[in-house]
């Protein structure tokens, strides 16, 4: 059974930083390509970044240019969002997304910018 689980989310102030680890179980990692999307309240889910599953392909919604890298380990079949420089915008549901095949989904984590 395929597990996504993610995790470090939280409340931050404009211009804060925060990581995401999103750990994957029940599935190749190393062959699945990964991405974090993420959901703010009274929007359509969006597409934030991805990263084949060697790191040889990374993409960045436009407005996260700069601030948020992805990055994964395979060794710890975890992938990573590292967020910079956070503004009142970033504030949604952050989901990993696992595809090899098949999608699989986590259950999100919420993020928060805010003074």
């Known amino acids: 059974q395929v597990q996504i689980v993610e995790s470090g989310g939280g409340f931050v102030q404009p211009g804060g930083s925060l990581r995401l680890s999103c750990v994957v179980t029940?599935?190749?990692?190393?062959?699945?390509?990964m991405s974090w999307y993420r959901q703010a309240p009274g929007k359509e889910r969006e597409l934030v970044a991805v990263?084949?599953?060697?790191?040889?392909?990374?993409e960045y919604l436009d407005s996260v240019k700069g601030r948020f890298t992805i990055s994964r380990d395979n060794a710890k079949n975890t992938v990573y969002l590292q967020m910079n420089s956070l503004k009142p915008e970033d504030t949604a549901v952050y989901y990993c997304?696992?595809?090899?095949?098949?999608?699989?989904w986590g259950r999100g984590t919420q993020v928060t910018v805010s003074s």
């Open positions: 990263i084949g599953n060697i790191g040889g392909i990374i």
């Open positions: 029940g599935l190749q990692f190393s062959s699945s390509s």
């Open positions: 997304k696992a595809r090899r095949g098949y999608e699989y």
